[in-house]
């Protein structure tokens, strides 16, 4: 059961690293909408919150 923890913690940090590189390029582009940065800025707090609750539970810190 860890190793499938484990496995979709991995698979989630993923995720977040390429949101975040998402976040940035969007940050830095005039053309995006305020709406759609909020959105991906919501979007990337919710996998975060995810990450460290998935992160507390299987012990990883």
């Given amino acids: 059961m860890k ?3 484990h ?3 991995a698979r989630l940090m ?3 690293e ?3 590189d998402d976040v ?3 940050e830095n582009n005039k053309s995006v909408s ?3 940065l ?3 800025k919501e979007k990337l ?3 975060r919150n995810e990450l460290k609750r998935l992160s507390d539970g299987c012990g990883i810190h």
Avoid: H, R, S, Y
């Fill in 3 to 5: 190793d499938l923890i």
């Fill in 14 to 16: 993923d995720e977040v």
């Fill in 45 to 47: 707090a919710e996998m």
């Fill in 24 to 26: 940035e390029q969007k």
């Fill in 18 to 20: 390429a949101l975040e």
């Fill in 7 to 9: 496995e979709k913690f």
């Fill in 34 to 36: 305020a709406q759609e």
């Fill in 38 to 40: 909020l959105n991906l």
